[in-house]
Nanobody, 117 residues
Framework: QVQLVESGGGLVQPGGSLRLSCVASGSIFSISDMGWYRQAPGKERDLVATITNGGTENYADSVKGRFTISRGNAKTTVYLQMNSLKPDDTAVYYC???????????WGKGTLVTVSS
């Protein structure tokens, strides 16, 4: 019903920056919250950041002060600006979206971010 496509991942040196993008398509009406999760090798999939339709932002402690989540005006895109990247940020990053009054969460396929010298 909703398709999410991420882009912007790649290889970056420690201390560098990347901006991830996610575009929602398909049945995009009533999309409410959007955000990002990540899964590092051998680790559980953890929340990175979320943003509500009203613009309220929420961040994992590990990325506070370094990452910024934002949305396009149409509310069908979400971005993650990642600064001061660390090797521990290496993970597959997944875009998520939820519709108003729904428990169903839509997931993208993920984009790999590798932070290494």
């Amino acid at each position: 019903q909703v398709q999410l496509v991420e882009s912007g991942g790649g290889l970056v040196q420690p201390g560098g920056s990347l901006r991830l993008s996610c575009v929602a398509s398909g049945s995009i009406f009533s999309i409410s919250d959007m955000g990002w999760y990540r899964q590092a090798p051998g680790k559980e999939r953890d929340l990175v950041a979320t943003i509500t339709n009203g613009g309220t932002e929420n961040y994992a402690d590990s990325v506070k002060g370094r990452f910024t989540i934002s949305r396009g005006n149409a509310k069908t895109t979400v971005y993650l600006q990642m600064n001061s990247l660390k090797p521990d940020d290496t993970a597959v990053y997944y875009c998520i979206a939820r519709k108003l009054y729904s428990k169903l969460v839509y997931w993208g396929k993920g984009t790999l971010v590798t932070v290494s010298s």
